[in-house]
């Protein structure tokens, strides 16, 4: 393993573990926030960890560090750690840096996505109620106190003005990943498809990255990963898994509103409006 530092154009260091020297292409592994990324991101560690291949938990250890996605999305900077041999996740929005690489263009990728008026309502109850925050970092809580604002706004809204609120925020972050979306190298996951079958999700994983699963792996991760509720609980960072839940919290005069804003973005990834 090498340690790669990175240092970005606002003075900010943050180093990374990687494997170097190793065949074929780097792995990545995309999502948006409140699309159920922090379950398949630990999914995908785990297989990984079972094949020998490292994962580099991107935006995590960005996160950890206090350091805002606005800060490393378009930094060059990132890119010596693009190595062969590893797989790259953590992403809740698109790093667009990363397409300056050849590596990241011709690597497999996989894309997970949720019907986004789901992931508005789901975003509504993790901010207000159970996102981590991170503690302050060598003097930095520039995320802290983001994640305290986005707390504080949260609590200070009704659900429906809320999601309105963020939804030209959630349209472009699904739009960022457009030209991921349309590379024939991606795989696109969707939530509603995997959520309720995560064997299914890792043989998906396991076929795109060529990776070997057998029954009594699956069987070890499902132990953890196939939590189910059976009440809602609004303050869980697992609250409710079941798709659709837009259409019980809210109005049809917001739905409509949100299909209005949102309609590049269910075109795009074929949701019904």
Known sequence: ???IPVTLANGRS??????TGLAGPPLFLFSVRKCGSSI???????????????YVDVSGSFFKANILPKDYRFDEGLLPILHGGNIYGGFRAMVPALRVSPLFRESPKLLLIRDPRDALVSEYFSNAYS???PQTTDGHDEVKQQMKLQRETALAMPLEKYVVH???GMKLSMMEYR?????????????????????????????????????????????????????ENPTAFIRKVTPGDHREKLSAE?????????RPVLRLYNYPR
């Open 254 to 262: 917001t739905i409509s509103a949100l299909n209005k804003i949102l």
């Open 1 to 3: 393993m090498t340690t």
């Open 131 to 133: 996102h981590p925050i």
């Open 166 to 168: 963020r939804a030209p």
């Open 14 to 19: 943050i180093s990374f573990e990687v494997r």
């Open 179 to 231: 030209k991921v979306f349309k590379d024939p190298g991606t795989t696109l996951l969707k939530y509603e498809d995997y959520i309720f079958d995560k064997r299914s999700l890792m043989l998906v994983i396991a076929e795109k990255f060529r990776w070997h699963v057998d029954e009594d792996l699956i069987r070890r991760i499902l132990e953890w990963a196939d939590i189910r509720p059976e009440h």
């Open 40 to 54: 398949v991101n630990k999914i995908v560690r785990a297989v990984a960890h079972a094949n020998n291949c490292n």
